[in-house]
């Protein structure tokens, strides 16, 4: 379970829970393209990626955030879900070759807030606060981390990684489904240098996943005690071509699957996994 679920922030500096992965997938979606393309663009492998949108990886680090933000003119803030304004601040005058953390620890002491205070406040040990704070360099504050700090110190993640100069966030997001204008999506894609893609082909990749995760095709045969060979013969095909039905239940003919619907006595919702109505 991510940490940021583990904490007890009572403070009313904490109102908010921003979920980053649901906005990843937006912006994603948004821009019509697939996991395996994105994950190109944050250079983390696809099934890493996969993991993130999922919410499998607790933890992900920030400099793909910081690259897409450059890259396509997004803020940090609107992918981490602080906000609901798409457009970047201002780039910083001198953005760091190395992503780094400095300013959290200058913006504290603009606060006059001591380590022990802010540690308290993550819910973290004075310790453990002092060590990413001593250490800018290596990240050790992690996206939870760094959006807490934002909420803490009124300011945005990206003036404390540094992209830009402007001190003030814009107004806190109620995490809605944004959608992004298609002037921006052309002006994005661009950037990004993504190549165009086939209508519609994230929805076919999620339709992928959805059959291969819901279908029960498998489940359902071994409940009754049934062979692929003889589920084969009722759909008057090969047990080879029926297995690659089971694997990949997205290829399956929608008339086997009424076929099949039938000779269980289920309905097609509970074959396909919409319902659990038998």
Not at 77 to 91: F, H, I
Not at 193 to 221: D, P, W
Not at 231 to 252: D, H, R
Request: glycine share 4%; proline share 4%; with cysteine.
């Amino acid at each position: 379970m991510p940490r940021w679920f583990q904490r007890k922030i009572i403070s009313t500096r904490f109102p908010e829970k921003p979920d980053y992965r649901i906005r990843l997938k937006d912006i994603r979606v948004d821009l019509d393209i697939d996991m395996a393309a994105m994950g190109r663009i944050l250079q983390v492998p696809k099934v890493t990626y996969i993991y993130y949108e999922k919410g499998v990886t607790t933890e992900m680090n920030m400099e793909p955030f910081i690259k897409l933000s450059l890259m396509s003119g997004l803020s940090i803030d609107y992918m981490l879900g602080l906000t609901d304004v798409p457009e970047a601040y201002r780039k910083s005058r001198e953005i760091p070759l190395a992503v780094d953390t400095k300013r959290v620890r200058e913006t504290r002491i603009y606060y006059d807030m001591t380590g022990k205070a802010v540690a308290e406040a993550l819910n973290i040990s004075p310790s453990a606060y002092s060590m990413k704070e001593l250490h800018p360099d290596k990240l050790g504050f992690t996206i939870q981390d760094l959006i807490l700090l934002a909420y803490l110190f009124r300011t945005s993640v990206d003036y404390l990684l540094h992209v830009t100069d402007v001190f003030q966030p814009r107004s806190r997001g109620q995490h809605n489904r944004i959608s992004l204008s298609m002037k921006e999506v052309i002006k994005i894609r661009k950037k990004l240098g993504v190549s165009k893609v086939a209508k519609n082909s994230i929805y076919t990749e999620e339709m992928q996943m959805y059959c291969t995760e819901h279908f029960r095709l498998k489940s359902i045969r071994k409940e009754r005690g049934l062979t692929q060979k003889e589920i084969a013969a009722v759909l008057g095909i090969s047990y080879l071509t029926y297995g690659v039905y089971e694997k990949k239940p997205y290829n399956m003919p929608s008339y086997y699957l009424i076929k099949l619907a039938r000779y269980y006595g289920c309905s097609l919702d509970y074959l396909v996994g919409s319902s659990d109505s038998f």
